[in-house]
């Protein structure tokens, strides 16, 4: 964090791992409540949504999402019911003093490759079927549509939109739909599949920033009775990150230049 904080040479490497990568993990950042947000601020600018400028990932008594409780959660996107989506998250581990809570990420590009190598027609239906996202609680009531693999204007993959208990497909042919379903099973499959999973333990002090839709999440489960775990977590979105990347970049090779 110091580094990275302090020297825009450093700054630089971080943004290149993450564009590399999809995601990357910051040591020493400072353990007090909000810090997140002035990180996040080295990067682009936070988004705030109806969970804030910035939410707590605790067990809490009332939850009104997951993340809020002890459960396991399998690999996922963010906010697929936005438009747009949140391009970048940012968790920041305060706490974590339980033997369970393993972070999970999954890097999509590697599955969605795999699933376009042994299923061309099922990637194809992912690709193109609309799906209708939704949320909503008492406040707040949020749908988009959109195809569950991500494509950009150019046709490079980007990632996947994927939260398997906030979709919903649209009526299409018998042999479309059994096809579909086939290849989003297989999908899912791979996505929960070892062979793709990074698992490990954020400590208090670390933070992962990570692109939301290249870089499914997740976590084991966890008993709130070994300790407390506490993460706060903020979105910015991607043209940020990718601005200040492009900027230093230029601003490196023409010191090499001259």
Request: hydrophobic share 40%; net charge neutral; charged share 20%.
């Amino acid at each position: 964090y110091a580094d990275v904080a302090a020297d825009r040479a450093a700054l630089g490497r971080w943004l290149a791992a993450v564009r590399r990568y999809g995601f990357a993990v910051m040591t020493g950042a400072p353990t007090e409540s909000g810090t997140l947000c002035k990180i996040a601020e080295l990067f682009g600018y936070v988004r705030e949504t109806n969970y804030g400028r910035w939410f707590e990932v605790r067990a809490e008594v009332n939850p009104n999402n997951l993340a809020y409780t002890n459960l396991g959660l399998q690999a996922h996107t963010d906010n697929p019911y936005r438009t747009p989506v949140p391009g970048i998250q940012l968790l920041h581990c305060l706490q974590n003093n339980t033997s369970g809570g393993l972070s999970t990420l999954v890097d999509s590009l590697a599955v969605i490759e795999q699933v376009r190598l042994l299923d061309p027609q099922g990637f194809e239906l992912l690709c193109r079927v609309p799906v209708r996202f939704e949320y909503r609680d008492a406040s707040t009531h949020l749908v988009a549509v959109k195809p569950m693999i991500e494509v950009d204007g150019s046709g490079a993959l980007c990632g996947v939109h994927y939260s398997p208990r906030l979709d919903d497909i649209a009526l299409m042919s018998e042999a479309d739909t059994r096809s579909y379903h086939r290849a989003r099973k297989h999908l899912g499959q791979l996505l929960e599949s070892p062979a793709f999973e990074l698992r490990f333990k954020l400590e208090a002090g670390q933070l992962m920033m990570f692109d939301n839709n290249r870089i499914l999440h997740g976590r084991t489960a966890f008993d709130p009775a070994e300790g407390h775990r506490q993460l706060q977590g903020c979105y910015i979105d991607r043209d940020g990150p990718r601005s200040l990347y492009r900027v230093l970049h230029q601003r490196a090779e023409s010191q090499r230049a001259t």
